[in-house]
């Protein structure tokens, strides 16, 4: 299983990035989806989730009406647009694959960091 996760980078305060993260190995359309993030000194917290359908979905309170997540199946890959960015969005942004978009969470991908500057 593969989970490989890319569109990192640094950008400014108010800028966008998407995030895109291709799945490998896994029946792609069975599985809930998320990002999650880790700041420098920080636990891992979850950013947002989207289930099998493509319907659920759950957002941090921080990156709601910012941020989006999406699904392709056909292409199988998890997006996350990220909007309207600010310092401390700072940090490694990771992909996972589980039963639920509630988790628990069964692969992980490797990460990709996003530094935003203000």
């Known amino acids: 299983v593969q989970l490989q996760a890319s569109g990192g980078g640094l950008v400014q305060a108010g800028d966008s990035l998407k995030l895109s993260c291709v799945v490998s190995?896994?029946?792609?359309?069975?599985?809930?989806l998320g990002w999650f993030r880790q700041a420098p000194g920080e636990e891992r917290e979850i950013v947002a989730s989207i289930d099998w359908t493509g319907t659920a979905t759950y957002y941090q309170d921080s990156v709601k009406g910012r941020f989006t997540i999406s699904r392709d199946n056909a292409k199988r890959t998890v997006y996350l647009q990220m909007n309207s960015l600010k310092p401390e969005n700072t940090a490694v942004y990771y992909c996972a694959a589980g039963r639920s978009n509630l988790g628990p969470w069964d692969y992980w991908g490797q990460g990709t960091l996003v530094t935003v500057s203000s």
């Open positions: 190995g896994i029946s792609f359309s069975n599985y809930g």
